[in-house]
């Protein structure tokens, strides 16, 4: 039985379905959902040359991952359950951002990780990696991956 579903959110065609997917279960196990997305303080710092703060960064990052939160949220507004939206931060890309979803499962005492995956392959796959496939290799959790369907 699934207590507390994390459930990755970024702005990729697969995250409503992944949602989807884990709104079924957490209705079913009477779970509570964490809906995590995770924003590169790197990114954020190329967008805004000038702001060397890292305060400032933080801000802005956590401005961003809300907006990306937001539709997830309404997504979920029919869950009868808790829903605990967040927020983490990362300085790179693939594995960083991977390890910091496996970090928050464990602060949460995850039981599930349901994440949606862009469906990648061959040298796009080599160039870019794979968070979903980085999870799934270094979770002790089950990890549910959806598939886009674009």
């Given at each position: 039985?699934?207590?507390?579903?994390?459930?990755?959110?970024?702005?990729?065609?697969?995250?409503?379905?992944?949602?989807?997917?884990?709104?079924?279960?957490?209705?079913?196990?009477?779970?509570?959902?964490?809906?995590?997305?995770?924003?590169?303080?790197?990114?954020?710092?190329?967008?805004?040359?000038?702001?060397?703060?890292?305060?400032?960064?933080?801000?802005?990052?956590?401005?961003?991952?809300?907006?990306?939160?937001?539709p997830a949220l309404a997504q979920a507004a029919s869950?009868?359950?808790p829903v605990h939206p967040a927020v983490r931060h990362?300085?790179?890309?693939?594995?960083?951002?991977?390890?910091?979803?496996?970090?928050?499962?464990?602060?949460?005492?995850?039981?599930?990780?349901?994440?949606?995956?862009?469906?990648?392959?061959?040298?796009?796959?080599?160039?870019?990696?794979?968070?979903?496939?980085?999870?799934?290799?270094?979770?002790?959790?089950?990890?549910?991956?959806?598939?886009?369907?674009?």
């Amino acid at each position: 039985m699934y207590q507390r579903i994390l459930v990755a959110i970024d702005n990729s065609h697969s995250t409503p379905r992944a949602l989807d997917e884990a709104l079924k279960l957490a209705g079913i196990h009477q779970a509570e959902l964490h809906l995590v997305t995770v924003i590169n303080l790197l990114e954020v710092a190329v967008d805004e040359p000038r702001s060397h703060d890292t305060s400032r960064l933080t801000t802005q990052a956590d401005a961003q991952g809300e907006a990306i939160l937001a539709p997830a949220l309404a997504q979920a507004a029919s869950h009868t359950g808790p829903v605990h939206p967040a927020v983490r931060h990362c300085w790179e890309g693939g594995k960083d951002i991977a390890h910091a979803l496996l970090v928050h499962a464990k602060e949460i005492d995850a039981d599930l990780i349901v994440m949606g995956t862009h469906g990648r392959h061959g040298l796009r796959h080599a160039l870019l990696g794979s968070v979903a496939e980085y999870v799934m290799r270094e979770s002790h959790l089950p990890v549910l991956v959806v598939r886009s369907a674009h």
